[in-house]
């Protein structure tokens, strides 16, 4: 048996549980973690027992509660390696020092190198526990504000290192691997980030494909959302919602490109023509508060649904941004 939970889904924040009898796994952490142990436990999912956190790409929605998570249940990490780049960047502070200033630092770092038993630099190192609290601005923060500027100073000690993971994975989209027994697929997504991917995940014969924060369905989306038995997919603004919402210009335009985010009518389109029409649920997810209705998404997908004949299955749920789903069993 499979089951899917999905914790929550939206601009607030993203994560989606799959676990078979033998794994689990959450896919991005994007509430804190303290929220994402709150609605796993909820749902009757064990944090302690989550064997891999996989993220899709680095936007804060889905990497808010990722280190913290990471470090606290000492999870393995799995994101291709430009995502991990560019959530090191996100969460490292930049911070402009004065050059005396970046010299004392040089002078502690050297003499605390100098001290026996370093910190082990393995990459998959048993992490120091940690609590929300703990991974604050780091002291550096504090320095003065004069040049030369300094990018992101790199620190030794895992424990004040922000960026800091107990293990990480790096995978490539396209290329297929293996956590305990659910096998992962990932695939290359269209989104202004430095390389979105969404994820199809097989177990016990059942396949799950979990698609948002996309512009468009391209083709090798369109492929990969083929046979699913369920989908979590992107429904995320009304067009004309968004036209004439509150947005800047400029963010509507992002919404609306390509590198943007679904609309109710780009997948309602799909559902209704291209869709194989086979999975049991359908999951609209990622569904906007500001430019979007449930009852708008809800309607789209199943009007697209309705007309095609025949469809067994698709039972249509709405993932929500405050509360978690019930868990679905396959
Ligand atoms: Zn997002
Ligand atoms: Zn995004």
């Known amino acids: 048996m499979v089951r899917v939970t999905v914790l929550g889904s939206g601009s607030k924040g993203n994560c989606t549980v ?5 794994t689990r796994i959450a896919l991005d952490a994007g509430f804190s973690a303290r929220e994402i142990v709150k609605r796993m436990r909820l749902r009757g999912e064990e944090p302690e027992k989550l064997n891999a956190i996989l993220i899709t790409h680095e936007h804060q929605d889905h990497v808010q509660g990722l280190s913290v998570l990471a470090r606290r249940w000492n999870v393995p990490v799995y994101a291709t390696e430009a995502t ?8 490292t502070p930049r911070t402009r020092m004065s050059f005396s200033a970046w010299l004392e630092l040089r002078r502690q770092q050297a003499a605390e190198s100098l001290q026996p038993a370093a910190a082990e630099e393995s990459d998959c190192a048993v ?5 929300d609290a703990s991974i604050g601005i780091p002291a550096l923060a504090a320095a003065a504000q004069e040049p030369p500027a300094s990018d992101a100073v790199s620190l030794s000690s895992p424990s004040d290192d922000p960026a800091y993971l107990p293990c990480v994975e790096h995978f490539q989209a396209g290329i297929p691997f293996e956590i305990g027994d659910i096998r992962v697929t990932p695939f290359t997504i269209p989104h202004d980030a430095a390389d979105p991917v ?3 995940l097989q177990a016990e014969g059942m396949r799950i494909v979990v698609a948002t924060d996309l512009g468009y369905l391209a083709p090798n989306v369109r492929m990969h959302l083929q046979r699913a038995d369920l989908l979590v997919i992107e ?3 009304d067009v004309e919602m968004l036209r004439d919402g509150p947005y800047p210009w400029v963010v509507k335009q992002r919404v609306l490109s390509r590198v943007g985010h679904l609309s109710n009518d780009a997948l309602g389109e799909y559902l209704a023509s291209e869709y194989d029409g086979g999975a049991r649920y359908v999951i609209l997810a990622h569904i906007s508060e500001s430019n979007n209705l449930p009852e708008l998404a809800r309607s789209s997908a199943e009007r697209a649904l309705d007309g095609r004949m025949g469809l067994l299955g698709n039972k249509v749920l709405l993932a929500s941004q405050h509360e978690p789903l019930e868990s679905i069993q396959l």
């Open 198 to 200: 969404g994820f199809v």
């Open 235 to 237: 429904s995320n603004h």
């Open 127 to 131: 992490a120091p526990v940690q609590d």
């Open 18 to 22: 799959v676990s078979t009898g033998r």
């Open 84 to 91: 991990h780049a560019a959530w090191r960047e996100w969460i």
